[in-house]
Structures are given as structure tokens and as C-alpha cells.
């Protein structure tokens, strides 16, 4: 059991999820365990041991989107964490592991699959499940833009939607940005869609399922109702919804 926790992210009071760490340090404090929010400026490291206002962390929840921490300002945590003197939890090797997009493309290669020892039922499993995904590269340019209808165009290492696009609506300037950053190309699936009552009108919202585990366990099954290019809370009756299995 950790003595302290720090819920660490960039200038934390400004950030949108603020409250969210907020309720986190409450419910952590509420175990007996010492919770602060800090800003990683307010992190040393010294002598092996990784300190905030003099006081030692042993545990980092980790809110920054600096996945491999390579920005200059969290060179005290990076140093930290690879010297093995504090948890981070998600960290480098976890997002490298299980967030970082590339993944998909071996996913959705039934031969690398089937290389990894999968039987036929779990390969076509993840062939339902998983759209076919490639790398970005130049030289591929001319079947990109050919197919780009057909695609939809993902930063390897984003988060929260940002720098998504739907091929289909792509112009030849951002699609030049894309061949010059860390992008995959996904297959176009539709979006699954829900009829709902908003104020007692009737109407359809777009849904995906999200399944929230640890140690290969369920935690708990939700869904995101949202209209437009990509998930967002900021449609009107979307958000969290329940999942109930029939």
C-alpha cells in the first residue's frame, strides 16, 4: 500500500478533468492513503527518492498526455520512473503496450495472429472486432488518397479525438500533414446508432461500448452516446450510458 499519491498533470486547477482528480484524491484519502494534485515543475529527485514540497511520492497517477514523457518538463519523472524510485501508473511501457495505435495493425493482421499461436476462432474474433489498420507512409501516397473515402486517419500516439479525420472529408493540405506526421489508417467503420428521447422527442445518437478491465477481469461496461466525427460529452443528451446484457 503507497503512503502518497500524486495525481499529476500540467498546470492541474486549469485542466477540464480537474474535478475528476478532485473526487480520485478524495476517494484515495478516504483509504487512509495521503493524496496531493501537483503540477510535474513541482516534482524532485534526489538521492533516489522522488519528493514534492519535501515529502516523499511513491506512487504517480499519471494524467499527463506526454506519453513517453519526452517533453523537458517532466525529465524529473521520466529520470524517476526509468531509476525504478516511483509507480506510474499508466506509464511509457503500458501506453506502448496496450494505447499506443500501431498496435492495431498487428491486431487486425490475421497472419501475425496466427504466428502468435491464436486458434482460428480467437483470429476471426479479432477480424470482427478490430478494422483493418496500416501505417502511414509516403510511400503509399498515391493508394491513400486514392482509397481515403474509405479510411479514417488516426495519430498513433492521440487521445481525445484530437487530430482525427474522416477520409471522405480530408483536403490535400491536411491530408500532406498526415503523410508528414505518426499516423495509422483505419478501415471506415460506421457507427452503431441508438434512438433516444430528448425532451420527449424522439431521436438517434451515435454509440460505442466500452469494456473497463484490470488483470484481465470486466470492471464494468459503458457506453458513449455522442453525434458528430468522434465521441465527445458535449452533445446534448449524450454522455455515459448504462449497458445491460441480454
Known amino acids: 500500500m503507497p503512503n502518497r499519491i ?70 524529473t519523472l521520466k529520470k524517476a520512473y526509468l531509476e525504478g524510485a516511483v509507480v506510474v501508473t499508466p506509464n511509457p511501457h503500458i501506453h506502448a503496450m496496450f494505447a499506443n495505435k500501431r498496435n492495431l495493425t498487428l491486431l487486425s493482421d490475421p497472419q501475425t495472429l496466427r504466428s502468435w499461436g491464436l486458434n482460428d476462432e480467437a483470429v476471426e474474433c479479432l477480424k470482427r472486432s478490430v478494422p483493418t489498420t496500416r ?65 420527449d422527442i424522439v431521436t438517434t445518437r451515435k454509440i460505442d461500448i466500452r469494456l473497463y478491465t484490470y488483470g484481465g477481469q470486466l470492471l464494468l461496461p459503458a457506453g458513449r452516446m455522442y453525434q458528430g466525427q468522434a465521441t465527445n460529452f458535449c452533445t446534448s443528451g449524450g454522455g455515459f450510458a448504462p449497458v445491460f446484457q441480454v
Open 6 to 75: 500524486a495525481i499529476v498533470d500540467n498546470d492541474p486547477k486549469n485542466q477540464f478533468m480537474y474535478l475528476e482528480f478532485q473526487l480520485a484524491c478524495q476517494l484515495l484519502q478516504s483509504k487512509g492513503i495521503d493524496t496531493v494534485i501537483l503540477d510535474p515543475a513541482e516534482l524532485e529527485y534526489s538521492d533516489g527518492i522522488l519528493t514534492a514540497h519535501g515529502k516523499p511520492i511513491d506512487m504517480i497517477y499519471n494524467r499527463l498526455v506526454d506519453f513517453a514523457f519526452e517533453n523537458p518538463n517532466h525529465a
Open 135 to 199: 501505417i502511414v507512409i509516403k510511400e503509399d501516397t498515391a493508394e491513400l488518397w486514392r482509397t481515403r473515402r474509405q479510411l479514417f486517419f488516426k495519430p498513433v500516439a492521440g487521445y481525445g479525438s484530437k487530430g482525427v479525420y474522416r477520409g471522405s472529408k480530408v483536403t490535400r493540405r491536411v491530408f500532406e500533414t498526415i503523410l508528414n506526421e505518426n499516423y495509422i489508417a483505419q478501415t471506415f467503420i460506421p457507427a452503431t446508432e441508438r434512438s433516444i428521447k430528448i425532451d
